[in-house]
Structures are given as structure tokens and as C-alpha cells.
């Protein structure tokens, strides 16, 4: 006997290039990473869908009861609970030990602070060219635009698109006794 699909709305934030849009999203027990993901479709369907531009990310321009991004277009995906990101052995993969690393991480358009986890070693190569997921996670982000500084968002959990990078950088944490260069 086949289990039907559950499936849920999530809300989220989408952030393109010139865009920042909220709204809710249907998933499966895959979670956000399995719909962003799926190679099988190339746009996101979000629903109760708000527009804003990103030098005014408070002034709403458009209102849609359903909207379609193309996922190559997105940069980022912002959640308000890592849950919402998908089951464990979707984003992990496996019984592999992974490392935390504290990163900064600038698109043409954002810079985002986080925690990336990764097994092994941090190797940019190998972060930005292997696996098949589209889409890395960061934790605890914070997601700002230096050339527009009204925008500025705090999550849990983001979706960053691999193909928007542009650059990252390891932050190595500090102790009180040891200050930063």
C-alpha cells in the first residue's frame, strides 16, 4: 500500500537579484530542499505571494494569490525554522560527521553571514562544485545589501543558491582573550 503525500505550506522569503518576495509554499515530507531541489521542475510556486523591491523591502508593489520564480533566478531562500528545510537524511545524506563553519558569503547583490555545515575539510572547490543539491544551508544567517541598507534579515535557516556566489570567506571565531587581527 502506497502512503499519500503529505504535504504542508511553509512560509518563506525569496530573494532574487532585484526582488524580495514572502509567501507560503507547498512541500512534501522533503521539505523546501526537496522542492527547490526536484530537478524535474524548474520554478517554485508560492502562494499569498508579496512583492517588494530591494531597496524598499517595506513598500509592497505587487500582491499575488499565486506567483512562479524560476529557481535558477532565486539567491536566496530565507526560514523562520530549520524544519522547514526538509528531513535530516535529505540534507545530510547519510551517517557522516559534519563540521561547523562560521562563513561570509557576498552574491552580485547580498552578504550573508552563517553557519555552514560540512563534512570533512572546508575546500570552496568542493563546496561550490560537488553534490547534487543546488542549494547549500546556512544557520543563523544574517542577509544584508550594502548598496541598500533598509534590507536587512535575520534567520535560522537560508537556502543559498550554489550558482550566486560569487565569494566566501572562513570566519574564524574569536575568544575574549584573543582578539581579532
Request: charged share 15%.
Amino acid at each position: 500500500m502506497v502512503q499519500p503525500l503529505i504535504t504542508r505550506n511553509v512560509p518563506a522569503e525569496f530573494l532574487t537579484s532585484n526582488h524580495y518576495v514572502f509567501g507560503q509554499i507547498k512541500v512534501s515530507n522533503t521539505g523546501l530542499m526537496g522542492v527547490l531541489c526536484d530537478t524535474n521542475v524548474s520554478y517554485v510556486e508560492i502562494n499569498d505571494a508579496s512583492m517588494a523591491r530591494i531597496f524598499k523591502p517595506d513598500k509592497i508593489i505587487d500582491y499575488a494569490p499565486v506567483m512562479w520564480i524560476v529557481k535558477t533566478q532565486l539567491t536566496a531562500v530565507i526560514l523562520n525554522k530549520p524544519d522547514y528545510v526538509g528531513s535530516s537524511s535529505l540534507v545530510r545524506g547519510g551517517f557522516i560527521r559534519y563540521s561547523q563553519f562560521p562563513v561570509r558569503v557576498t552574491t552580485p547583490v547580498y552578504e550573508i553571514t552563517g553557519t555552514l555545515e560540512w563534512a570533512g575539510r572546508l575546500d570552496f572547490s568542493v563546496v561550490i562544485g560537488e553534490g547534487s543539491n543546488a542549494f547549500l544551508i546556512l544557520y543563523d544567517a544574517v542577509v544584508s545589501a550594502s548598496l541598500f541598507p533598509a534590507l536587512h534579515l535575520e534567520c535560522p535557516a537560508l537556502l543559498l543558491n550554489r550558482h550566486s556566489v560569487d565569494s566566501m570567506v572562513y570566519q574564524k571565531k574569536t575568544t575574549p582573550e584573543q582578539p581579532a587581527p
